[in-house]
């Protein structure tokens, strides 16, 4: 299906990849970078620019913006082969099921809400000896990516940023644990939870190693998602003697390849562990949420240019109103002025956004940072 762009994009002297690469390194740029992170899937029901012209997902939405193009790849660091997903059991308004983690939940039907998670596959040191021989083998063959495959659909004279996935140390192991199960097994089983942080981090520098001699990155991006609104479901010792340390193998390989740029997803607050994650390499948040963290400013002002952020607009200020929007807006205009800062929505943009407030943000963002001058 053709998608017809709803909207000009922003206008541009620089590509994509320049204006990003330049913004985050608090150099000279055209305008803001202008990306979002997506919408819940219920948006596309209920929101009527997306039914009227058949948008169905975040791809198809990205393209209906006209947004600039913003693009990853990576290598399978994770279980080789998952578990099978299947439905256990059906009920009136969820399932029972077992997804490719091996965890059992209860998920709503319909719904993008986080499921609620009953059993893990694994919750005891040999219960992870026997997932890790059976599904965390360093030489299985999906480990392999395609080079010549990648390198057609990223040529060397692409115009738009380019990222290599450094995978999940601990947010992964987090979905194999459940929530309680990793705060239990952090004091149960220390070892077993280091040797899974182990593992993962070897499968990482593997998948490194395959991909970095190939293209040259703009960045670097990973996955965690271990914080909540009252702070990271591990301790930060955790953090500092367990998951840092590997942290800073894979940063010197990001060094040695010429990546400075390095963000991680983590939702909630991270503050309890951030300092620890920059030690680590990692210089840049996404998609930084606000509730239950902070305003932005208060981690760029204390971390100064040796932090980035992308994201950051709080989603409640989209649904409290335009005059609400204004003044977040205005709040945040330094940073896009100062640089290593890109505003996006603080995660998927849920529903109870009103659509006439979004694209009230939309037109805002494009008044306010469409022509920004670092």
Known sequence: MDIIPARQKWKSSMTDRERFKNQMHYQTVDRCFNMEFGYWNENFQEWRMFRDNNIT???????????????KIGANVWLSPTFPEKIIEEREHTVIMQNGDGLIAEVPKG?????????SMVATPEDWKRVKEERMRRDSPSRIPDIN??????????????????????????????????????????????????????LIEDSLDRLLPHFDFDFAWGWEDICFKNGPIVSPDFFKEVVMPRYKRIRKKLD???????????DGDVRAILP????????????????????PAELLNEYGKE???????DKMQLKAGKKAIRTYMDSILPLVERGGYIPFCDHRCPPDVPEENYLYYLDLKEKMFGCAKQ
């Open 149 to 202: 495959a990648l390198k057609a659909l990223h040529p060397g004279d692409r115009t738009y940023p380019l990222g290599v996935y450094c995978g999940s140390l601990i947010g992964k192991i987090r979905d194999m644990l459940t929530f309680e199960g990793t705060a239990y097994a952090c004091f149960d089983y220390p070892d077993m939870v280091e040797d899974m942080v182990e593992t993962c981090c070897v």
């Open 57 to 71: 997902n975040n791809n198809e939405a990205d393209i209906f913006f006209n947004f600039d193009e913003f693009r």
């Open 256 to 266: 040695a390849a010429g990546i400075d740029i390095w963000y991680t997803d983590c």
């Open 307 to 313: 932090l980035r952020i992308m994201g950051g607009v």
């Open 111 to 119: 719904s993008a809400s986080i499921p609620h998670y009953i059993s």
């Open 276 to 295: 620890y994650m920059v030690e680590g390499g990692i210089n840049c948040l996404f998609p930084f949420e606000v509730n239950g963290c902070a305003h």
